[in-house]
């Protein structure tokens, strides 16, 4: 396996080389490069890949004002099974 | 051969020794009572505990601690459940998760 | 509805339930993890005393101690939100409701990965799941493993293994990228050892952190750095080698080991392969802080204490009423400053409850928690004193803005 197939996003198994496109076409921020890619949408809540989106995003994004943030996390922060949800 | 750690240079001896039965993709298998499933099965020799749900590829335990996801399986019929967070109990029955690797893979 | 929830049975949530509780406070602690002391448990090394630092032992201290007081425990529960309305907190979990005016999270941290081809295969596993799997479920991760990421807690785990009986065949670098950077960089990686040095057991690092004082020497260090590594407890500790891929079928069968050179790129045509049954992957930690940012609290990005960390002052308030923040959640430190920090946040939790007269105690609980940081053994990163005042100084700003920066907060761009 070639480093670019290597799988950044566990969950949706999206891989380095889909992220770097994204983010060198897009030159996104990395909440959209996550839309885009659906890289940390997955189960974990994307608990495991955050740290490396964020690099991959802020390599080719112009984020200014990176210091203060609104993290955008939406609850629920663990998946509720169909069981729970129903009451 | 065991994979359990019997006696440690610093912890010590393992005290505990209250093992219970359970079931892995209809195999039994023993593991001490209140041990995460997680490491029941991997002093068993069993790493894989799920395929991926599209791509059929194997994942077992990675965080060890609840945040990856990445080790559920089926406890007595209920999916989801982190193998790495759920203790052992006698007569449990547990299934991996996710797609056969036998019906896509690779 | 309880006097005070915490979330989070690592050590400053246990110090924070003993304090409330000593207090005389009805307290709840929820855990998602089915034993209480959070990465606490994992933990066991030696101290320059020459005592072991035995992280069951001191989880079930103060476990024992916070049941004892009469704190109730709810492990084994996830929570999955957290709201505030009329100044009372709901906490929702898989099984409960809870009802609370003083909550506090002590989430702690996650780790963050270095991604290397074939990581997914089952075998392969971050380098806590290892600890936890070896000090406190006492199962063997493996036979024999290779760690890819060299810093202080991959060095101590990996000391950790080799007590147990594990055989660790590298401890070495991952290969450089967008994502591993200085991690990838033998140079950057034998820097940030140097700080660390006055706790390295091989006199070859502590003869090294002093001859290598200036730049050059290191680069220098680097360069002629061992092909084979050096080893330390017996462990070979590879810098001028990256693992480029984890192969195996269906799991681990062994790395694809490459010679890499003082800038981290491989020399090709010098991969070997390892036979190993499993692989630790070592990124460090970052603060794990999902149910503050449900919760709304303004967050910063404060590099020396790991990652983005929501703004809290040193009495460990948020800016958030009733809303209190302690431990790794709050930047990455050792189980030590989780401690000091968690009684801090007990004490402002028990004078939000309406306590009187606990100023005096928590400015001297302030102080403890930088006397402890002061001593600490293991420092996680150099800089720690600088992120701890830049967070405050974050804090005394908006407090300042407060009335006039209600809209710059709502309009991060960062997920
Ligand atoms: S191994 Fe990560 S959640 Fe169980």
Redesign the pocket.
Known sequence: MKEDEMIICRCEEVSYEELKTTAAKYKCSARELKLRTRAGMGYCGGRSCRTMVDKIAATSANDRNRTCVSLKYQPPIRPISFKNLGG | MTRRILDHPILGKMEDNNYVSFTFNQKGYKGLENESL?AALLANGIRTLRHHEESGSPRG???????????RVSVDGQQGI????TPVKEGMTVESDGQLPSSKRR | MDNAIIIGAGPAGLTAAVTCAEKGLDVVVIDEYMRAGGRLLGQLYEEPNGNWWNGIKESTKLYKKAVDLGVNFHLNTAVNNIENSNGIWTIYTERETFHTPSLLLATGAAEAPVPVPGWTLPGVMSVG?AQVMTNVHRVKPGERGVIIGVNVLSAAIAMELQLAGVEVASLTLPKTNQMTQDAGKPKEVLDSLLHVSHMAPSPFVRYGSKLMKNDFMKKLGVNFYPKKGVKMWDIPIQLRKAVTKIYGEDEVEGVTLATINADGEVVSGSEEHIPVDFVCIAGGLYPLAELAAVAGCPFYLVEELGGYVPLHNERMESPLEGLYVAGNITGIEGAKVAAAQGRTAGLSMAHHAGMDELDGEIKNSIEWTEQTRDNAHIQFHPEIETGRKKILQQWDAYQSNKKRSVVSNSRGGIT
């Open positions: 997680a335990i990675y965080c060890n601690i609840g945040h990856c996801y990445e080790c982190r193998a790495c967070l | 799941a």
